[in-house]
């Protein structure tokens, strides 16, 4: 009995209640439910641990990136800069990151970044989505094709 009351008070410590509650939201797609909850945390630097601070960065990115991405990308590299506990977390954050940039025309540092958590994604969790990141790559590399007037005849 007292194993699992101490080990209660060991998981609350590591992964905050409110985070928790803030993912719960956030699986169920509820974001304005996820942000309501990360809002209560009112001095992140003061009341959480580092890999807490990481996971607060991380769930606020998630949630601005349907809006800002400018914002979500602070987020993002504060969040991989704290570090998060789970490797797929990592990778999550990582492959956000690189659809920013590929969207900002900076195809080097998301294809770094796409290699990065490729590195992380052990159980391929992300695999579906780090492919269709490439075959977009693929696709912005190409030459677009001009549609108009030819040279070479055709109907006039």
Excluded: C
Excluded at 12 to 38: M, Q, V
Aim: aromatic fraction near 8%.
């Amino acid at each position: 009995m007292y194993i699992l009351l101490s080990s209660i008070f060991i998981f609350l410590y590591f992964k905050n209640e409110i985070i928790l509650l803030s993912f719960l939201r956030l699986r169920k797609e509820d974001f304005p439910g996820a942000k309501k909850w990360l809002d209560k945390i009112k001095n992140p630097e003061a009341s959480l641990i580092r890999k807490q601070q990481g996971y607060y960065n991380y769930l606020n990115g998630l949630m601005v990136s349907q809006t800002n991405m400018n914002e979500a990308e602070k987020y993002f590299k504060k969040a991989v800069s704290l570090g998060l506990s789970m490797d797929t977390d990592m990778a999550m954050a990582k492959l956000n990151l690189a659809g920013i940039a590929m969207s900002k025309n900076r195809k080097r540092e998301a294809q770094a970044l796409l290699t990065e958590a490729k590195k992380l994604d052990k159980h391929n969790m992300l695999d579906n989505q780090m492919k269709m990141m490439k075959d977009q790559m693929k696709k912005a590399g190409q030459p677009q094709q001009q549609f108009g007037r030819a040279s070479r005849g055709g109907r006039r």
